[in-house]
């Protein structure tokens, strides 16, 4: 009990300290790199190092310099997180005193959503002697890095090689922003907080050895079936792999064909040895399929690019959809027919459609097996096919010209023979969603018949993909585990 005590009470202490007392959000930089490029000892190995140029004129006195920044605090910081500067794209300025920037680049990005808030140049820039960072969107541990080419201004002082150092300016609300350093000793707290960390970790050592009852911990064994939303089926494919090489005992088999079928096949099923995932809530008359919200689940129109199409207003697309734009130069595209190419009936990701952009109103019946010309007997109008899964209708979209869909926002930036469409000027992130700017996403929820045993596979895999890697894998593919949300309240049943 003491061990268990102390093993509690000083990491927790320590994390206080931290992460409360010295600040949770917390904006770390670090000048990695602030050499000159002109030889110390002349040598034939120089190469192109001796020709930086600028505008075609070589720099007379350059320096190189590499920047890292990074979230080393204990929450996300999100772009509203920024302190207001003179201008609002702006979350971070340093300037270097006596140099001017000549060029910069940036060279490392840890996640690749971070290069959103570095397209089309917006926050990002370099001002006579300053760098313009943008707000950047940071999640723990995220950071980037940026190298830029400085030459020394005219008239400046100071021996070559010895430069006044960068000045930082910017602010993290509720936060800050602190320089981070390599250093190559340890704090005697460091020192001693392993020390007892050592010492401890030997105690309970022995104390394992002695037992003869320890388990792996929250590792559940036995067989999952797993069905339902196939914009949800490739988190949950490589959440499983992941699990079973964690807990060897455990076997899934998964076969997710939409949520309409994974609930009628975990109607049938009462037993613990099924999961079903929806892209939304059950529909009536399930009473014994209980929800848990596992993610928040971003969407987007996409569109075949002889569309001329990428960016629409709600209304637009309700017209689109009512059949009352029948060709996109009506709305300012190529004079190309509209295709519609939709999930069919039962799938969650048509029913976000449905709810979150069209009002509550229902997508018309399919007219068109191959997308591009009416069924024999089918009405004359605007041509609307259906198809199984994500993938078919990412495909059949890019291979259907004027062809508009819709799917999960991860599986369509992996292709890149579509476009994706913006909603009233709003792009599909998760900071536009989670403050309502942006209309077309849903809870991904995970539903058992019942509620499952707490030490049985189901209920051990649905703790992991919330609380464990399955997180970080939810993350990779481009949406956010609830509890990420500035309002987590928005992921639950209404």
């Given at each position: 009990?003491?061990?268990?005590?102390?093993?509690?009470?000083?990491?927790?202490?320590?994390?206080?300290?931290?992460?409360?007392?010295?600040?949770?959000?917390?904006?770390?930089?670090?000048?990695?790199?602030?050499?000159?490029?002109?030889?110390?000892?002349?040598?034939?190995?120089?190469?192109?190092?001796?020709?930086?140029?600028?505008?075609?004129?070589?720099?007379?006195?350059?320096?190189?310099?590499?920047?890292?920044?990074?979230?080393?605090?204990?929450?996300?910081?999100?772009?509203?997180?920024?302190?207001?500067?003179?201008?609002?794209?702006?979350?971070?300025?340093?300037?270097?005193?006596?140099?001017?920037?000549?060029?910069?680049?940036?060279?490392?990005?840890?996640?690749?959503?971070?290069?959103?808030?570095?397209?089309?140049?917006?926050?990002?820039?370099?001002?006579?002697?300053?760098?313009?960072?943008?707000r950047t969107p940071m999640n723990r541990s995220a950071h980037y890095k940026v190298l830029a080419a400085l030459e020394r201004a005219d008239g400046s002082?100071?021996?070559?090689?010895?430069?006044?150092?960068?000045?930082?300016?910017?602010?993290?609300?509720?936060?800050?922003?602190?320089?981070?350093?390599?250093?190559?000793?340890?704090?005697?707290?460091?020192?001693?907080?392993?020390?007892?960390?050592?010492?401890?970790?030997?105690?309970?050592?022995?104390?394992?050895?002695?037992?003869?009852?320890?388990?792996?911990?929250?590792?559940?064994?036995?067989?999952?079936?797993?069905?339902?939303?196939?914009?949800?089926?490739?988190?949950?494919?490589?959440?499983?792999?992941?699990?079973?090489?964690?807990?060897?005992?455990?076997?899934?088999?998964?076969?997710?064909?939409?949520?309409?079928?994974?609930?009628?096949?975990?109607?049938?099923?009462?037993?613990?040895?099924?999961?079903?995932?929806?892209?939304?809530?059950?529909?009536?008359?399930?009473?014994?399929?209980?929800?848990?919200?596992?993610?928040?689940?971003?969407?987007?129109?996409?569109?075949?690019?002889?569309?001329?199409?990428?960016?629409?207003?709600?209304?637009?697309?309700?017209?689109?959809?009512?059949?009352?734009?029948?060709?996109?130069?009506?709305?300012?595209?190529?004079?190309?027919?509209?295709?519609?190419?939709?999930?069919?009936?039962?799938?969650?990701?048509?029913?976000?459609?449905?709810?979150?952009?069209?009002?509550?109103?229902?997508?018309?019946?399919?007219?068109?097996?191959?997308c591009r010309t009416l069924d024999p007997g089918a009405e004359l109008g605007v041509i609307r096919c259906a198809r199984n899964s994500t993938e078919d209708?990412?495909?059949?979209?890019?291979?259907?010209?004027?062809?508009?869909?819709?799917?999960?926002?991860?599986?369509?930036?992996?292709?890149?023979?579509?476009?994706?469409?913006?909603?009233?000027?709003?792009?599909?992130?998760?900071?536009?969603?989670?403050?309502?700017?942006?209309?077309?996403?849903?809870?991904?929820?995970?539903?058992?018949?019942?509620?499952?045993?707490?030490?049985?596979?189901?209920?051990?895999?649905?703790?992991?993909?919330?609380?464990?890697?399955?997180?970080?894998?939810?993350?990779?593919?481009?949406?956010?585990?609830?509890?990420?949300?500035?309002?987590?309240?928005?992921?639950?049943?209404?």
């Amino acid at each position: 009990m003491a061990l268990a005590t102390l093993g509690v009470l000083v990491p927790t202490v320590a994390a206080v300290y931290e992460f409360v007392i010295k600040g949770r959000k917390r904006l770390g930089y670090r000048v990695q790199m602030d050499t000159t490029v002109t030889d110390v000892v002349q040598s034939e190995h120089a190469g192109p190092l001796r020709e930086l140029r600028e505008g075609g004129d070589p720099l007379a006195k350059p320096t190189l310099v590499l920047l890292r920044i990074e979230n080393n605090g204990a929450s996300f910081i999100d772009t509203h997180d920024y302190a207001v500067l003179d201008d609002s794209r702006v979350g971070l300025r340093v300037r270097f005193p006596g140099r001017r920037v000549a060029g910069m680049v940036v060279t490392e990005l840890s996640d690749d959503y971070l290069s959103d808030s570095f397209a089309n140049g917006g926050g990002f820039a370099a001002d006579g002697d300053s760098i313009e960072l943008p707000r950047t969107p940071m999640n723990r541990s995220a950071h980037y890095k940026v190298l830029a080419a400085l030459e020394r201004a005219d008239g400046s002082s100071g021996n070559q090689g010895t430069f006044d150092p960068p000045l930082v300016t910017g602010g993290i609300k509720g936060g800050r922003i602190v320089e981070t350093q390599s250093r190559t000793g340890t704090p005697k707290r460091a020192i001693a907080l392993i020390g007892f960390l050592v010492v401890l970790v030997v105690a309970q050592l022995l104390v394992f050895l002695r037992s003869s009852t320890a388990t792996s911990l929250d590792c559940a064994t036995g067989r999952l079936d797993v069905v339902g939303s196939t914009a949800f089926a490739p988190i949950v494919r490589e959440a499983a792999a992941s699990y079973r090489r964690l807990c060897p005992g455990a076997e899934f088999t998964i076969d997710m064909r939409g949520s309409g079928e994974g609930f009628q096949a975990l109607q049938t099923t009462a037993g613990a040895s099924m999961l079903a995932f929806s892209d939304g809530e059950k529909p009536d008359g399930m009473p014994a399929l209980l929800p848990r919200p596992i993610a928040f689940f971003l969407f987007t129109m996409v569109t075949n690019a002889d569309s001329g199409v990428q960016d629409l207003t709600l209304e637009q697309i309700r017209r689109t959809y009512r059949g009352e734009v029948t060709n996109w130069r009506e709305i300012g595209g190529k004079d190309v027919p509209v295709r519609l190419v939709s999930r069919n009936p039962g799938s969650g990701t048509r029913a976000a459609l449905q709810r979150r952009v069209l009002g509550g109103v229902r997508e018309p019946g399919s007219n068109s097996d191959d997308c591009r010309t009416l069924d024999p007997g089918a009405e004359l109008g605007v041509i609307r096919c259906a198809r199984n899964s994500t993938e078919d209708v990412l495909r059949t979209v890019a291979d259907t010209p004027g062809a508009l869909g819709y799917a999960e926002l991860g599986a369509a930036t992996s292709r890149d023979d579509l476009a994706l469409v913006r909603i009233g000027g709003h792009r599909a992130t998760v900071s536009e969603a989670d403050h309502g700017t942006y209309p077309f996403w849903e809870t991904e929820y995970g539903y058992t018949h019942g509620e499952p045993d707490a030490h049985s596979l189901a209920a051990s895999f649905l703790r992991y993909l919330t609380n464990q890697v399955g997180a970080d894998i939810i993350r990779a593919n481009g949406d956010r585990p609830c509890a990420d949300l500035a309002n987590p309240a928005i992921c639950r049943p209404a």
